[in-house]
């Protein structure tokens, strides 16, 4: 069984920063991506952000595209977003995610934390 913890969350006015961490543990962890995803009030879940294990490269959504890195740290098998120029869209409940072993699918999944973002 796999875990993934998040923290960081928390409300912040237009422009602050935050850095959302996940925190991996359980069965041989070393899912080769891991991801972050957000849900707005009222939307559906969308992808934010996610980073291979093996090489390091990373993927975002356009819209926070130069305002987000995504970030990890093997030895701690920790994943990181740091969100920037933070806009009240930006609104959301943030979750963490582990790609499976067959690399198809989003199989793990943590209880989200919250970014709220004042105008």
């Known amino acids: 069984q796999v875990q993934l913890v998040e923290s960081g969350g928390g409300l912040v006015q237009a422009g602050a920063s935050l850095r959302l961490s996940c925190a991996a543990s359980g069965r041989t962890f070393s899912s080769n991506r891991m991801g972050w995803f957000r849900q707005a009030p009222g939307k559906e879940r969308e992808f934010v952000a996610s980073?291979?294990?093996?090489?390091?490269?990373?993927y975002y959504t356009d819209s926070v595209k130069g305002r987000a890195t995504i970030s990890r740290d093997n030895a701690k098998n920790t994943v990181y977003l740091q969100l920037n120029s933070l806009k009240p869209a930006d609104t959301g409940v943030y979750s963490c995610a582990a790609i499976d072993a067959s690399g198809s699918r989003w199989a793990y999944w943590g209880q989200g934390t919250q970014v709220t973002v004042s105008s």
């Open positions: 980073i291979r294990r093996s090489d390091s490269i990373t």
